[in-house]
């Protein structure tokens, strides 16, 4: 297993080269960027950014291990709003564009959301009507996956939809095709249940991996915490990895520092890669 961290681990006001070299400084193999609007990789960035983006990653050591975006959640496709789901089928074509640019071969996709508590007013769509729009959104880019050998690989998040792994597991089976996959999230998992069970339920779907660690006493966002400092049973989880055969990248998500590294936000990221490596260690 390959240890790497998201982006969205780092102060938002640090540039990329900082975040980079942060995260090599402390041990890390891999970094995974974000497609957002104004971002190093954006809707707008050109085949020459991206190749410098690319080049710059190289440059510090670090190889991308997948391509996140936090664009679903203004974009949700459930929407009742034609234009809205137009958009969220729009930022899943450049994620698939962008990943292929550069060199990764798996995205994290939000399909669609049926209702989202952190963001007020946010719109609630019927179930069975989230489920048929989000089958058509991925349906209509698997061609573009496909094409650029990039898996759509689908993540359990807090959007009140594909609340199980077998749920999970026949949604992902239904399309019938390698370049749809799971991008497991082990602490949002256990928020309704376990991850270990998501892992040996998904097995060979999982394309990706987030660690973030819950404290399930809090029940909001708010209960997310350092790795191992949490109710993640992790000798679990990486028993059944290993079950499994996994042998992918597995990216750190960490909620932003503040308020809790105000000061010194680059001891989040070297405590971070001192738990995961504490992590992969582990053993039932």
Not at 28 to 52: K, M, R, T
């Amino acid at each position: 297993m390959k240890k790497s961290i998201n982006i969205w681990s780092f102060p938002s006001n640090w540039d990329f080269h900082r975040k980079l070299e942060t995260a090599r400084q402390a041990g890390f193999e891999g970094f995974e960027p974000e497609l957002s609007e104004i971002g190093p990789v954006n809707l707008s960035s050109s085949q020459d950014d991206l190749a410098a983006v690319r080049t710059l990653v190289e440059r510090h050591g670090l190889k991308l291990s997948g391509l996140a975006t936090g664009l679903y959640w203004g974009a949700n496709a459930a929407s009742h709003d034609h234009g809205v789901r137009e958009r969220a089928a729009e930022i899943l074509r450049r994620q698939i564009e962008c990943a292929a640019e550069l060199g990764i071969d798996a995205i994290l996709v939000v399909p669609a959301a049926v209702g989202v508590d952190f963001i007020p007013g946010a719109e609630v769509a019927p179930y069975d009507v989230a489920y048929e729009r989000a089958h058509t959104l991925i349906q209509a880019a698997l061609p573009a996956a496909e094409r650029h050998g990039v898996c759509i690989a689908i993540e359990n998040v807090w959007n009140k939809f594909l609340l199980s792994p077998l749920e999970m597991r026949d949604f992902i089976d239904s399309f019938q095709s390698e370049w749809v996959g799971s991008y497991l999230d082990v602490g949002n998992a256990l928020a309704t249940g376990y991850p270990e069970h998501w892992i040996r339920i998904l097995g060979h779907r999982i394309k990706r991996v987030h660690f973030k660690d819950y404290r399930r006493a809090v029940g909001s966002t708010a209960g997310f915490v350092d790795l191992l400092s949490g109710d993640v049973n992790w000798p679990a989880v990486m028993g059944e990895l290993r079950a499994i055969h996994y042998s992918g990248w597995i990216a750190a998500e960490m909620i932003p520092p503040a308020p809790f590294y105000k000061y010194c936000p680059e001891i989040l990221i070297q405590n971070t890669a001192r738990a995961m490596d504490a992590i992969f260690a582990l053993h039932e």
